[in-house]
């Protein structure tokens, strides 16, 4: 099995900047992306950003120069750079390992991120 542990999230002002970071423990070798998911108020889960082991990066439209995603492939972790918040970022944020088939082996608890005033 794979573990994912989040940390990072909370309130941050409009046009501020947040991390979040996940570290994965387990069964690791298995892991072939590594991609944060949100999901905003009403909506459905959707992608925000993935790295695979390999170096490939996807991101969201509504992130894209905004937000950046970095792994370190030494420690097993995942982060999210985000610049730039607006309030419709506002979410909870969700860490996500899949295999080389994209199958989700773990989940992370998700994190909330509220941008307001």
């Known amino acids: 099995q794979v573990h994912l542990v989040e940390s990072g999230g909370g309130l941050v002002q409009p046009g501020g900047s947040m991390m979040l970071s996940c570290a994965a423990s387990g069964h690791i070798s298995r892991i072939y992306d590594m991609d944060w998911f949100r999901q905003r108020p009403h909506n459905s889960r959707e992608l925000v950003a993935s790295?695979?082991?390999?170096?490939?990066?996807k991101y969201g439209d509504s992130v894209k120069g905004r937000f950046t995603i970095s792994r370190d492939f030494t420690k097993m972790t995942v982060s999210l750079q985000m610049n730039a918040l607006r309030p419709d970022d506002t979410a909870v944020y969700y860490c996500r390992a899949g295999d080389m088939d994209d199958d989700a082996l773990a989940w992370g608890e998700g994190t909330q991120v509220t941008v307001s005033p």
């Open positions: 790295m695979s082991r390999d170096g490939k990066i």
